[in-house]
């Protein structure tokens, strides 16, 4: 059985509780982190390739994500800082069609780091989200 989005978006759901609880013991130096659900990329740049079919490389949309980091939504969502700037990563779900991989923005080191099992690369995805940031 393949994982589905719903089950992607409970586990970001489970790590962003446990950033949460993680931060009332700064002790444990953990990073604060901001998970967004598999959603976010689908809306940042997919959709403007498969609806309004625009090149890879060219597609983004950010009118369909600027609200997704508002203060309110980000405390709707759980996230327990008003600003994603004010973390140190943010990590997003990236689906390639048969397996779940991730992208990082690392805001402390300055750099995006994308992560697959199959050590495979998406630079629509990374090239997106810097637009985004």
């Given at each position: 059985q393949w994982l589905?989005d ?11 509780d446990?950033d949460?609880a993680?931060r009332?013991h700064?002790e ?18 997919k959709?403007?390739?498969e609806?309004q079919h625009m090149p890879?490389d060219q ?9 997704w980091?508002?203060p309110?939504?980000?405390a ?7 600003s994603?700037?004010?973390l140190?990563?943010?990590i997003?779900?990236?689906?390639e069609?048969?397996?779940w991989?991730?992208?990082m ?6 750099c995006?780091?994308f992560?697959?099992?199959?050590h495979g690369?998406?630079?629509?995805a ?5 637009r985004?940031?």
């Amino acid at each position: 059985q393949w994982l589905n989005d719903e089950v992607i978006n409970m586990y970001m759901a489970l790590l962003l509780d446990r950033d949460r609880a993680m931060r009332q013991h700064p002790e444990l130096c953990a990073p604060k982190c901001h998970f967004f659900n598999t959603f976010f990329l689908n809306k940042l740049y997919k959709d403007a390739v498969e609806k309004q079919h625009m090149p890879v490389d060219q597609a983004y949309n950010y009118q369909n994500v600027r609200r997704w980091t508002t203060p309110k939504k980000l405390a709707n969502a759980g996230q327990a800082s008003d600003s994603v700037l004010k973390l140190d990563r943010i990590i997003v779900p990236v689906h390639e069609g048969s397996h779940w991989t991730a992208a990082m923005v690392d805001l402390n080191n300055k750099c995006f780091v994308f992560f697959d099992s199959f050590h495979g690369h998406n630079r629509a995805a990374l090239s997106a989200l810097r637009r985004w940031l």
